[in-house]
């Protein structure tokens, strides 16, 4: 049991990683430069980057930073509960 919460852990742990990807390139596309170096170690600073973009561009937010946010948590949650299934 504690295998397959692991797995998807793994899986909403790259499911955010192509989720920054893509927000890398949409704040690319308006002009905002991003260092892909940076964004590894900072990735809340770009979040919030393109988060404050896409409310003054269309008055929401971008449905990627929900994404984003979302796998993460997913990824956490599941990662806890796998490894505390496989230390009993």
Not at 9 to 25: K, Q, R
Not at 42 to 49: H, I, M, N, T, V
Not at 52 to 70: F, I, M, N, P, Q
């Amino acid at each position: 049991m504690s295998t397959a919460f692991l797995v998807v852990a793994i899986l909403s742990a790259l499911w955010g990683v192509v989720d920054a990807i893509l927000i890398a390139v949409a704040l690319d596309r308006r002009g905002v430069r991003v260092n892909m170096i940076l964004f590894r170690f900072f990735p809340f600073r770009y979040l919030s980057e393109y988060k404050r973009v896409t409310v003054k561009e269309t008055g929401k937010v971008g449905s990627l930073y929900y994404s984003y946010v979302a796998a993460m948590n997913v990824a956490l949650v599941c990662a806890v509960i796998g490894l505390v299934l496989r230390a009993r």
